[in-house]
């Protein structure tokens, strides 16, 4: 019969009350087979071994759970004959097999593991149910190894030790037999001593038979058992790592406690509130930080958003070049055209210049001839000289023919001056600029002849390159268009430049002293210029923008020099008419257009300079004012006396034009030309000389009438400014000599104009003196 394998047994983790049957069930004695007697011989045996293995579990018991137990296979053809022949206890006790020894210390050292792993398993199954810990399972891996780690233990021990409780029993019944381990493979002739007698061959049959089939059945059963096993040995495993995690959380919380015998440092609020301080400190340059760097990721995507936009806004590639290549063309052709024509406009330019100042040196010249031979006739007519020779008769000739003209002259004015009703005006205020018939027909042809050559010059030109208005507007197109490159090519500081020949040639006709000139606002170029600026705010964002400067540079550059040209070369500051038209545009130009003030501080300065140059020239070379005897002024129709009183008026109305420029020069210097070298020393000299009368105090009081307010505001209280100390002292000389003849009324025009120069202290002292104290209100009312 062929050898069968053997079997093995695997020991079930019963609870406590299949460990307590178990036991129960060792106490009692093994049933004997049917059939089969048990001898006596072999039943002491078997007793004598149960009595011994009885005497050795109390020592191996472990509680309630039971006894481990090794338990060989009793299926062998010897066994059954022995079984047979053997009584019922000994084949009952013929299931126990002896291990040797060494194998019985290994048994028993893997049962004091087993113990220390089923004590875990007991404590980890306490803890699940008490803490209802979440169960985790073993991967795959895990479980086949542990499949892999059974299959090799089960081919080389023939069986897998399912409880190592057993090992110290096994060891000692090995120690008692002192057979060879059982690993080795059984062989079924091997005679064991208490086993029963050998069967016959049928009952062999028979029991192959009915063993095999229990084999089946129990095969099933017990891959379904450890099946059932190994599933209730890993979950005792994985809850033993979860107890053993969660023991250690429960050991590190203990730990973590606070403990109260430690000892820290001291604290102090203001410790505290210093650290928060600098912690508060610290998140707010770290907010800081932030926030710049998002402004500045801001600034970033506004700036692509908006470039993106001009991108897809901007016209297609071909048209900007067409348009930037037609301005390039348009810009280079005009500035060809006015390099060609600027000779031409400087040319006619110089000769319009040089007919006015032909004309003012006539004029100037006259006057200074005629004042040069009316005086010489005067001192001739007071040394009364008796005789003359022929040379001196014929200069005699020619100052009588050119005191005739003067005196027509003078005539022709005063009907003038009738037939307009103007009954008040003083000989010697008149600027004598009457011209002859002749002179005026020359000087209005020339002026002709000039004005249609300017014409000329722009006559074979396109309005596109000639004209102000359309050469802004294609510089307007420009700006609408293309703002960025438009200031990039700062053309805003290029016009003033581009425009100023066109501009020289609209004011070729333009004279400031005339009274009736045109004013700069109702210039064509003036407005063109005003109306590209006032588009400019609209077209461009820039405040800053060089087109606001246009106007400003435009007469810096153009209007200024022109106007200090006139003030060097042609203006007569003895002509009011002229003095007054001449500081209307300067208030506008200087006042109302100044915004670059570099410029405009470098340009007024020029003009302002040629001003004053001119008007202190004026006052050493015309004015002039003689002294004569008494007894040649005291009648008044003497031409002694006329000629002096004409030269008083001439040099009055010098220093009323001088005052005239208040506001615009410095008070100083207006002092200095007024008050200190006309007052003081012309019209003051004039004034002593005088007889005292009506026609002194009128000219005192005209005098008076000339000072501006603002220089009395800031006198002392009672005083006059020093510049005038010598004039309200000649005042209350005038009046102490009046009020003792017959011109008493006189005085109280003197007490007025005392007043006027903030002379009250002489004008009190003079009522308290003479005792007018009917004039005291006019005192307090000042």
């Not at 090992?167 to 381990?181: A, F, I, L, P």
Request: overall charge negative; aromatic content about 6%.
């Amino acid at each position: 019969m062929a050898h069968r394998p053997p079997r093995t047994f695997r020991r079930r983790q019963a609870d406590s009350s299949d460990s307590e049957g178990a036991d129960d069930q060792s106490t009692e004695p093994a049933a004997v087979p049917k059939g089969q007697a048990a001898t006596p011989g072999r039943m002491e045996d078997g007793a004598a071994a149960g009595r011994a293995e009885a005497a050795a579990r109390p020592r191996r018991a472990r509680g309630a759970r039971g006894r481990g137990r090794v338990w060989a296979s009793s299926r062998r053809p010897g066994a059954a004959r022995r079984a047979e022949g053997g009584g019922g206890a000994g084949a009952r006790e013929s299931g126990m097999v002896d291990l040797p020894t060494d194998e019985e210390d290994e048994v028993h050292h893997s049962s004091d593991e087993e113990e220390a792993q089923s004590s875990s398993s007991d404590s980890s199954s306490s803890l699940e149910e008490k803490e209802c810990s979440i169960v985790k399972m073993p991967d795959a891996t895990f479980i086949q190894a542990a499949r892999r780690k059974r299959e090799l233990s089960r081919a080389q021990n023939d069986y897998i030790s399912l409880t190592v409780n057993n090992r110290s029993t096994v060891c000692n019944v090995k120690r008692n037999s002192g057979e060879d381990s059982e690993s080795e493979p059984d062989n079924y002739q091997k005679t064991i001593p208490f086993a029963p007698k050998p069967q016959t061959l049928r009952q062999r049959m028979a029991e192959e038979t009915a063993s095999r089939n229990e084999e089946k059945s129990e095969g099933s059963q017990e891959d379904e058992t450890e099946d059932i096993w190994e599933q209730q040995q890993m979950r005792k495993a994985v809850k033993l790592i979860e107890g053993r995690d969660l023991s250690n959380k429960r050991e590190s919380g203990m730990l973590k406690k606070f403990d109260t015998s430690r000892s820290f440092p001291f604290v102090t609020l203001e410790m505290i509130k210093k650290q928060l301080n600098t912690r508060l400190t610290l998140l707010q340059d770290t907010h800081r930080s932030h926030q710049r760097e998002y402004e500045k990721y801001v600034e970033g995507v506004k700036s692509s958003k908006s470039t993106i936009l001009n991108l897809e806004n901007s016209s297609n590639q071909s048209q900007n070049y067409k348009f930037y290549k037609s301005m390039k063309v348009y810009v280079e052709n005009v500035i060809d055209c006015l390099n060609e024509k600027i000779i031409s406009i400087q040319e006619i330019e110089s000769s319009m210049h040089a007919l006015l100042l032909k004309q003012a040196m006539t004029l100037m010249k006259r006057r200074q001839d005629e004042l040069k031979h009316e005086s010489t006739y005067l001192q001739q007519l007071s040394r009364k000289t008796e005789a003359l020779t022929n040379e001196s008769l014929a200069t005699d000739e020619k100052t009588q023919r050119i005191l005739e003209q003067i005196e027509s002259r003078r005539a022709q004015r005063r009907q003038a001056r009738l037939l307009s009703g103007n009954c008040n005006h003083e000989e010697g205020t008149s600027s004598d600029e009457e011209l002859s018939s002749t002179e005026i027909t020359d000087f209005e042809k020339s002026r002709g002849d000039l004005l249609q050559d300017c014409k000329r010059v722009f006559e074979d030109v396109h309005d596109d390159f000639c004209n102000i208005q359309n050469i802004l507007m294609k510089f307007q197109q420009w700006r609408e268009k293309f703002p960025d490159s438009y200031s990039d090519a700062f053309v805003g500081l290029c016009i003033p430049k581009l425009l100023n020949p066109l501009i020289r040639v609209q004011l070729l006709d333009w004279n400031p002293l005339k009274l009736d000139s045109t004013g700069l606002r109702q210039m064509p170029w003036f407005m063109s210029v005003e109306e590209f600026m006032e588009n400019s705010m609209e077209d461009t964002k820039k405040a800053d923008s060089s087109d606001q400067k246009i106007l400003s540079a435009v007469i810096n550059k153009t209007i200024i020099p022109r106007l200090t040209d006139f003030v060097e070369f042609i203006w007569d500051p003895l002509s009011t008419s002229q003095t007054r038209s001449l500081i209307t545009h300067c208030r506008e130009i200087l006042e109302e257009h100044s915004v670059c003030e570099n410029e405009v501080n470098k340009s007024k300065q020029d003009l302002l300079k040629s001003i004053i140059s001119r008007m202190k020239k004026t006052i050493e070379d015309d004015v002039f004012i003689p002294l004569y005897p008494k007894s040649a002024v005291e009648n008044k129709m003497s031409p002694h006396s006329k000629f002096q009183d004409r030269q008083f008026w001439s040099a009055l109305k010098l220093f009323r034009n001088v005052l005239l420029w208040n506001g615009l020069l410095p008070d100083d210097t207006l002092r200095e030309l007024g008050l200190e070298k006309l007052l003081n020393r012309y019209l003051m000299i004039a004034l002593l000389n005088a007889i005292p009368g009506p026609d002194v105090v009128k000219k005192c009081s005209q005098v008076a009438a000339c000072i501006p307010e603002q220089w009395l505001e800031h006198s002392a209280t009672g005083t006059p400014i020093p510049q005038l100390e010598n004039f309200s002292q000649f005042l209350s000389l005038s009046a102490h000599k009046l009020s003792s003849s017959e011109f008493r009324n006189e005085v109280k025009n003197i007490i007025l104009t005392l007043v006027k120069i903030k002379a009250v202290n002489q004008a009190e002292s003079i009522i308290e003196e003479y005792h007018l104290d009917h004039l005291t209100p006019l005192i307090k009312k000042v």
